[in-house]
């Protein structure tokens, strides 16, 4: 099983400011088969990656993923207040899929 | 409005068994794979299962196998997670989560979650 850590476990920046989240896999990610979801408190998580760096649909383009092999990025280029919630990773190119533990973005 | 909806979630004791239902709307249904991920307390997430868009494949988590059955129907825009022989491990929200393909095959990742349904095993 792959398992996949995340760093830092919270983040504490300013609207603003930009933001680099880190994942880094025990073993390499087959392929580009790496994602990266949003969540917040009572809402439905949020895909915002898939394939390493594709956007999904709707995600604006201050969201920017990268990395490859063991370890992956998730930049925000600027925090807008929206962005603030917890970011996780998840690999898919080896069974069983695996997540990131996340790591919270908060408001300095 | 595209959106899935589960529910069926509440406390239940050890060893019994709870049905949860996820109710899909806005989008063709039969024509997703559709998943089960789930999060326990303070913990990240965890895939639980997987049905294709017909319901001729389906997988589960090693962690869930022989325990839960997942189901779907397609006339309904409805997928199931049935429990049963609940520890008190499976205790987590419950998220229902719609593949990132279409019946071309399995994606394995989700571009569509519900806001999940909290189940808590505990005598």
């Known amino acids: 099983e792959i398992v996949l850590t995340q760093s830092p476990g919270t983040l504490s920046l300013s609207p603003g400011e930009r933001a680099t989240l880190s994942c880094r896999a025990s073993q390499s990610v087959p392929s580009t088969y790496l994602a990266w979801y949003q969540q917040k408190p009572g809402q439905a998580p949020r895909l915002l990656m898939y394939?390493?760096?594709t956007r999904a649909a709707g995600i604006p383009d201050r969201f920017s993923g990268s990395g490859s092999g063991t370890d992956f990025s998730l930049t925000i280029s600027r925090l807008e207040p929206e962005d603030f919630a917890v970011y996780s990773c998840?690999?898919?190119?080896?069974?069983?899929?695996?997540f990131g533990g996340g790591t919270k973005v908060e408001i300095k | 409005q595209v959106q899935l909806v589960e529910s069926g979630g509440g406390v239940v004791q050890p060893g019994r068994s709870l049905r949860l239902s996820c109710a899909a709307s806005?989008?063709?249904?039969?024509?997703?794979?559709m998943q089960w991920v789930r999060q326990a307390p303070g913990r990240g997430l965890e895939w639980v299962a997987v049905?294709?868009?017909?319901?001729?494949?389906?997988y589960y988590a090693d962690s869930v196998k022989g325990r839960f059955t997942i189901s779907r129907a397609n006339s309904r825009n409805t997928v199931y997670l049935q429990m049963s022989s609940l520890r008190t491990e499976d205790t987590a929200v419950y998220y229902c989560?719609?593949?990132?393909?279409?019946?071309?095959?399995?994606?394995?990742?989700?571009?569509?979650w519900g806001r999940g349904t909290l189940v808590t095993v505990s005598s």
């Open positions: 989560a719609r593949d990132g393909s279409t019946e071309m095959g399995i994606k394995w990742y989700f571009d569509l």
């Open positions: 049905i294709s868009y017909d319901g001729g494949i389906i």
């Open positions: 998840q690999q898919y190119g080896s069974s069983p899929l695996t």
């Open positions: 806005g989008f063709t249904f039969s024509t997703y794979t």
């Open positions: 394939g390493i760096s």
